[in-house]
């Protein structure tokens, strides 16, 4: 079945530092949502990437789709205390109309100040 | 509050006890989703609806896992005979389903499961 795969797993910066998270699929994928669930709490959705190669930014975070649909990232440019959380994306498969939307292990952020 | 409810919070039960979990979602959201999560995990998806249908559920979930959405509102899962093993935060997401699968999920607070 379909896996979605994120690295690194946990990733420690200094604060002003860049971060970057992977996420590959063992299948093709629709289209890509990115959440980010603060520590105690749920997963809140931050964007979604629909077409190949397409590229996002949400202020100092920039969001990749793969050309082949199989991978993306998130990257974030001098990181800040308050992005401290763990970062998921979670995909859909491409090859049947399926709602179904499966989630990486994901990338957990801390930051030192 | 208009976001995806879920009652209970909190649930300690003994092993073989069965517990029932429900979730209310966004009034107009027709989608609705319940994955379950373990610490330093990621959602792991269980089963999800469009309306009242149950339309996929998880292959790895076994028989004692029961999710209803009867009037395609609110939804109950349903955990019989609980093991140890089933201890996990039960979360619940609706969406706005739409034709090309590309709807947010919008998550409740969770319900989390102890079983002693």
């Known amino acids: 079945g379909q896996q979605v795969m994120q690295i690194p797993q946990y990733q420690h910066v200094q604060e002003g530092e860049d971060f970057t998270t992977y996420c590959n699929s063992s299948t093709t994928l629709s289209n890509i949502q990115w959440y980010k669930q603060r520590p105690g709490g749920h997963p809140v959705f931050l964007i979604q990437l629909v077409k190949s190669g397409e590229v996002k930014k949400q202020k100092r975070l920039t969001f990749q789709f793969g050309e082949a649909k199989k991978n993306s990232s998130l990257h974030i440019t001098a990181t800040q205390t308050t992005d401290v959380g763990t970062y998921f994306c979670a995909g859909r498969g491409g090859s049947s109309n399926t709602g179904k939307l499966i989630f990486g292990q994901g990338t957990t952020l801390q930051v030192k100040p | 509050d208009t976001g995806v409810s879920q009652d209970p919070r909190h649930k300690i039960t003994k092993r073989g006890q069965n517990v029932t979990f429900r979730c209310d979602p966004i009034?107009?959201?027709?989608?609705l989703y319940w994955y379950r999560q373990t610490l330093g995990q990621g959602p792991e998806f269980l089963t999800y609806?469009?309306?009242?249908?149950?339309?996929?559920k998880s292959r790895l979930l076994s028989d004692r896992f029961s999710a209803e959405r009867p009037k395609g509102s609110f939804s109950t899962l349903e955990i019989q005979r609980t093991e140890q093993g089933d201890s996990a935060m039960y979360l619940c997401?609706?969406?706005?389903?739409?034709?090309?699968?590309?709807?947010?999920?919008?998550f409740g607070e969770g319900s989390r499961l102890t079983v002693l």
């Open positions: 609806f469009q309306n009242e249908a149950q339309l996929e």
């Open positions: 009034s107009e959201h027709n989608r």
């Open positions: 997401a609706s969406s706005l389903g739409i034709t090309d699968n590309t709807g947010e999920l919008f």
